[in-house]
């Protein structure tokens, strides 16, 4: 199955994909058609205010929930099955990791730097990981913490020898899945198939090329206990060889 | 107008009763949401702005149930009560209509998204307000494409009004609102007008045949 | 106590939810279909059966006559016949929660409150995958709420 151009769904970076001639019938405007936004005189734009602003703020849960709740019914509207319905949710959480990837490094030097002047951005360079095990704590850790304010609750590798490439990361009890039912029929949903999108953005905008989807293992304590599969590509393997050869950590 | 009452119980409400999350979450969460949208209807904005209000409509629906879950319906018998609040106050019923609009639509947004929008610019008849948004947590980190149109047609927080719509019309209003101004716009402020229709009678089982 | 049976009415007046635990009298069973197959745990009967109209007929009556005589905030709550108790809890948006009950049961005003805001309201209202509205009763009878609405009724009740 071939991936849709996954940076499509980025508003921000649409202009990208869609040139300026696309407009035949341009609204008449005494304006000029001038480049770029407006922008309110009080300033009120991402650029003038500060990207830790929101760091520290709550939201509801609910709310949360409704929306993704929306998004989850909006979604099946457009799908035919539930593999479709879980790869579209995946989609949609992949433009988010990416995002999220270049926040957790922005804060984690700001933080580093020093513990409370959260302006001034230290001078050296954020951490991208270059290993997998780094890269998995980083999303086990950090990731989990920034999304859901706690980490994820195990990070395994596969036992098996005819899968060196998996990990597993699980989430005893995922926030996206609190409220829902899955009917019988549908018993194979997870839409924490969002999350898993959302890891597979974060992965990839490190250059780790991967494919991850969420996997209901309940048990009796956690009834909707999910696993992500984080499965990394060939190219990714052949580089941790060498990596790990040349005793890059 | 009580206003200051109604903060406090949106305050008392968030502080106690209210499971948090990061907003950080529902703000890119509600980014990818739009966008989507812009990609399904190939930036037709028009389409765009009605589906968001579509989708806050359903969420308004079930936002008012868990408000009113979390308000304590318990101790209060009903809703009526908090307009009653307002009526020892001593307004008119026509004002005290309007007041019981202004609780739900502030504490509500309190509750959804943690911030309590002005209210102002009522009509003489007090079918009409404006509610102001200072703070939009949904539009944090926004900045609309700059193809030239989606600051002219997008309202990117549309979903709002529909979560308006659907609370509301839970209680009995039926309501109509609509973004007039938008900081993402350009625009200095984020203003939203509100415009009672009617009350909504109760609904009566179909005829027996 | 016994309970007997329970519903929700949404605010369309239509029936949504209806769950019976135990036969009542059949005196009560309006017109008697004393159904031969046993009325198990955990069956969930639907729309077929027309008590529940009787049902919400009663209250809703009973609910506008209340505020007719006591004022708008009066509140009909329960009424008793020799054979059951009727328990009565409607929330702002219309919602109706009706549950029956044997004579012995105490007020179940509180008991149909928990239910509203403990089970329907986390499991159907903030359930993504139920819709807004329940036709015909869409969405209300899954699992999440039936289980926990049989632990509610067998383990709190």
């Known amino acids: 199955m071939a991936a849709p151009p996954r940076h499509a769904t980025m508003l921000s970076i649409s202009n990208g994909d869609k040139p300026a001639q696309a407009q035949p019938q341009t609204q008449q405007t005494t304006l000029p058609q001038s480049p770029g936004l407006r922008v309110p005189s009080n300033r009120k734009t991402i650029y003038d205010r500060h990207l830790n602003r929101s760091r520290n703020a709550e939201s509801s849960r609910a709310s949360f929930a409704f929306l993704f709740g929306e998004m989850v019914t909006y979604a099946q509207r457009r799908v035919t099955g539930i593999q479709d319905l879980e790869k579209r949710l995946n989609e949609q959480g992949y433009p988010l990791g990416l995002r999220l990837l270049d926040l957790l490094f922005y804060r984690s030097t700001s933080t580093s730097s020093s513990a409370l002047s959260s302006s001034s951005t230290s001078s050296s360079p954020p951490n991208r990981p270059l290993r997998i095990i780094t890269l998995l704590h980083l999303i086990h850790g950090p990731l989990w913490r920034l999304l859901f304010g706690r980490a994820a609750d195990a990070l395994e590798h596969s036992v098996s020898p005819d899968t060196p490439n998996e990990y597993m990361i699980t989430d005893n009890d995922p926030l996206v899945n609190t409220y829902i039912s899955v009917p019988r029929e549908m018993s194979m949903l997870n839409c924490a198939a969002f999350v898993a999108g959302i890891i597979e953005g974060v992965c990839d905008g490190c250059g780790f090329e991967t494919k991850v989807s969420a996997h209901n293992q309940p048990t009796d304590l956690w009834p909707s206990r999910t696993v992500f599969l984080v499965r990394f590509g060939d190219a990714v393997m052949e580089r941790e060889k060498v990596l790990e050869r040349s005793g890059v950590k | ?209 | 106590m016994v309970v007997y049976s329970f519903y929700i009415f949404d605010r369309h007046a239509e029936c949504i939810y209806k769950r019976r635990w135990l036969p009542r009298p059949t005196s009560i069973v309006g017109k008697s279909r004393s159904e031969a197959a046993p009325t198990g745990l955990g069956q969930t009967v639907r729309s077929s059966d027309d008590d529940s109209k009787l049902v919400f007929g009663t209250v809703f009556s009973l609910r506008n006559m209340v505020r007719k005589l006591g004022g708008e905030d009066d509140n009909f709550v329960s009424f008793t016949t020799s054979q059951y108790k009727l328990h009565y809890y409607e929330t702002p948006t219309n919602t109706k929660f009706v549950m029956l009950t044997d004579l012995k049961s105490p007020s179940m005003r509180i008991a149909l409150q928990q239910i509203y805001i403990n089970l329907f309201v986390e499991y159907v209202v903030k359930n993504p995958l139920s819709p807004t509205e329940h036709p015909g009763g869409v969405g209300v009878n899954n699992e999440l709420f039936e289980e926990s609405l049989e632990q509610f009724v067998v383990c709190v009740i």
């Not at chain 2, 009526?80 to 307002?86: E, K, L, Y």
């Not at chain 2, 929008?117 to 200072?134: G, K, R, Y």
């Open chain 2, 1 to 209: 107008m009580s206003s200051n009452k109604t903060s406090r119980i949106g305050e008392e409400i968030w502080k106690t009763r209210v499971d948090k999350v990061n907003a950080e979450l529902v703000t890119l969460t509600y980014g990818t949401i739009v966008a989507q949208l812009c990609q399904d209807y190939d930036s037709n904005y028009q389409d765009v702005n009605k589906q968001l209000e579509k989708m806050g409509y359903n969420i308004g629906m079930r936002l008012i149930e868990d408000f009113l879950a979390k308000s304590g319906v318990g101790r209060c018998a009903n809703f009526r009560d908090t307009a009653d609040m307002i009526a020892k106050v001593g307004l008119n019923s026509d004002t005290l209509k309007g007041a019981r609009i202004v609780d739900i639509s502030q504490v509500g947004f309190k509750i959804f998204l943690n911030v309590t929008p002005t209210v102002t610019n009522w009509t003489s008849d007090n079918a009409q307000f404006s509610l102001i948004f200072e703070e939009n947590p949904l539009a944090d980190f926004v900045e609309l494409p700059d193809d030239g149109r989606a600051q002219d047609e997008l309202w990117f927080s549309n979903i709002l009004c529909g979560v308006l719509r659907g609370a509301l019309e839970m209680v009995q209003m039926q309501i109509e609102a609509h973004f007039v101004s938008d900081v993402l716009r350009g625009d200095d402020t984020t203003e939203m007008r509100v415009s009672l229709v009617r009350y909504i009678e109760d609904e009566m089982p179909p005829e027996e045949e």
